[in-house]
């Protein structure tokens, strides 16, 4: 069997450009939930999300004329593929796989809102053709020269983690030698008002798997990581920072948004991944937790956990807590987390964490990032509809 790994990472994210700036953000558990002033917000129960800088996104080389998650998406995958070394005939045979969902519906709502208010609105011609996600794909692709495979993953919650299992699955079945893969989004007015409207936003800074949660927390951002046969990796010299040893997918087809109340699903992706890496529940030390803040999600997850691990020694955390949920964006961003737990040995926090719920029995590592040596960890994507996702990594 072809083993995977992972040589070139690249991210945008809450606390900036640059894996060093995401990595910094995350070992000292900052957290980038901030008063969100991208969109309106006046009415809405909340009015914080965990937005990209502006001054990083003004220094992104990307086009301004570009969208919003084209420019997230661009610079990430670009700081991935640098990262690898990839020469230009080696990109010319590289798969492209991208995890999204908003597309450039940002743009394409700035445009119909001021034609609504009747100010005349700008020209929507560059931002109505790439409102689809498929465009990040497009842009990206013919920009770094991909000529490999081309996929869009559209699968709410989980497509960024779901685009990296694809690109595994590509590179195990020899269809490409590598893929750049994760994912990209940005916070736009339908999903931020529709998320309000479910109640589902907690008007302070989300608290994964905190007794007192309320809700999750918005952001936005891109990640991508570059994966190759280990065997290519090595006869090319490339660094290498992790396996990704196994990943599984399932669908629980349970309700249109509520997963299945025992976590079935979960725990056929969390055993899927384990049994296809190889890997016994007790040779992991860590689970990035999809970990959304809200009272069902957290709930759920943690009985999955429960249910593969057993009680009490597994370290878990939630990347969340600090940048949002990202949408599209979270597998990837919380894979490229995973990745980097492995080589620093350091376990980011769950930095709002301040009375554990009892339904919870893990360490959620609160509020201070651990030190602590990790050989194997999963990382959980759990979208809306059932769709999970869980990717296993090793050193």
Known sequence: MTRVVVTGLGAVSPFGAGVKAFWEGLASARCAIEPLTLIETEGFRARIAAAVPAAAVDRLAASRRRSRAD?????????????????????????????????????????????????????????????????????????????????????????????????????????????????????????????????LLDPEPCRPFDRDRRGMTIGEGAAFLVLESYADARARGARIYAELAGHAMTTDAYHVTAPDPEGSGMIAAIRGALDRARLTPAAVDYANAHGTGTPQNDRIEARALARVFGEGRLLVSSNKSQIGHTMAAAGGLEAAATVLTLTQGVVPATVNLTSVDPEVPFDCVPRVPRAAPVHAAISNSFGFGGQNVTLAFTR
Do not use: K, Q
């Open 71 to 199: 420019r997230f998406g661009l610079a990430a995958a670009a700081e991935a593929v640098e990262d690898a070394g990839l020469s230009r005939a080696e990109l010319a045979g590289t798969a492209l796989v991208v995890g999204a969902v908003g597309g450039g519906m940002l743009e394409a709502e700035a445009w119909y809102w001021a034609r609504a208010r009747g100010h005349g609105g700008p020209d929507g011609g560059a931002g109505l053709a790439t409102v689809l996600p498929c465009a990040h794909a497009d842009v990206i692709g013919r920009r770094l020269g991909l000529g490999g495979p081309r996929e869009t993953v559209v699968m709410a919650c989980s497509s960024g983690a779901a685009a990296l299992a694809m690109a595994a699955d590509l590179i195990e079945s020899g269809a490409a030698p590598r893929a750049v893969a994760g994912g990209v989004d940005t916070i736009t007015r339908v999903c931020y008002m529709g998320f309000n409207a479910l109640r």
